[in-house]
């Protein structure tokens, strides 16, 4: 049976604070969120977000009774996998600059990730990720960031602090000791491992499947210990 590729449909679009714009589209049940025309994240292939916070959730000392900070909600995906690997004592704060990809979340692409929103674990923060990192002090068992395409090349060139000694900084203040930070890349940072080691973090540089299969590109998780 030859499969009928239907042309793209835009669902959405939204305006950042730094001027770019993104675009919601779907096309044969596969959505797609685009930055200024480039694709940033695609239902197609996300095994690499789900791994970073398998793997950061692996690492936590008191799963029982984790407080786990999310920073970019993207397509549900990274929030998912978390939900999934922690204990239903555990509590998650999602911290997501763009109300309408919230509201993407909870309309088009609810069900995509399996409607992680409708859970009593999450509860959404409006806003910058480092007005959460500013004002926290030993909070989170865990951090996890995915809200650029790494730490060589953010989204926003606002947040480029948050992989430089000040952002660190203020993630090793708001994570608890022993607290986990993971950090996804599509690309290696060598520099940024560097970064990690100076600031006191005790760092490891793991690539994972871009999707689900053993072979294939790669992409880049940051995982780092206080």
């Known amino acids: 049976m030859?499969?009928?590729?239907?042309?793209?449909?835009?669902?959405?679009?939204a305006q950042m604070p730094g001027g770019q714009e993104l675009?919601?589209?779907?096309?044969?049940?596969?959505?797609?969120?685009?930055?200024?025309?480039r694709e940033l994240m695609s239902t197609r292939a996300h095994a690499s977000e789900e791994?970073?916070?398998?793997?950061?959730?692996?690492?936590?000392?008191?799963?029982?009774?984790?407080h786990v900070l999310v920073g970019g909600l993207g397509l549900g995906y990274t929030l998912r996998a978390a939900l999934d690997a922690l204990p239903a004592s555990a509590a998650v704060l999602v911290a997501e600059l763009m109300p309408e990809v919230v509201d993407w979340n909870r309309g088009p692409?609810?069900?995509?990730?399996?409607?992680?929103?409708?859970?009593?674990?999450?509860?959404i923060y409006l806003g910058d990720v480092r007005d959460v990192l500013r004002t926290a002090q030993a909070c989170f068992d865990a951090i996890l960031l995915d809200v650029d395409n790494g730490p060589d090349f953010p989204t926003r060139c606002g947040n480029t602090w948050l992989y430089a000694p000040e952002g660190l900084a203020l993630i090793q203040r708001a994570l608890r000791r022993g607290g986990v930070l993971?950090?996804?890349?599509?690309?290696?940072?060598?520099?940024?491992?560097?970064?990690l080691h100076q600031a006191g973090f005790i760092a490891e540089?793991?690539?994972?499947?871009?999707?689900?299969?053993?072979?294939?590109?790669?992409?880049?998780?940051?995982?780092?210990?206080?």
Do not use: K, Q
Not at 109 to 123: I, N
Not at 183 to 194: H, K, N, Q, R
């Open 182 to 195: 993971a950090v996804w890349s599509a690309y290696p940072s060598t520099g940024f491992e560097t970064r």
């Open 51 to 66: 791994n970073m916070a398998r793997l950061a959730c692996e690492r936590l000392a008191e799963p029982s009774a984790a």
């Open 205 to 226: 540089c793991i690539d994972v499947p871009v999707v689900d299969a053993a072979v294939g590109p790669m992409h880049t998780i940051f995982l780092a210990r206080i």
């Open 2 to 13: 030859i499969e009928v590729w239907l042309p793209w449909v835009e669902l959405s679009r």
């Open 23 to 37: 675009l919601l589209r779907e096309r044969n049940g596969s959505f797609e969120i685009r930055c200024d025309g």
């Open 109 to 123: 692409l609810a069900s995509v990730a399996g409607r992680p929103l409708e859970d009593r674990r999450v509860e």
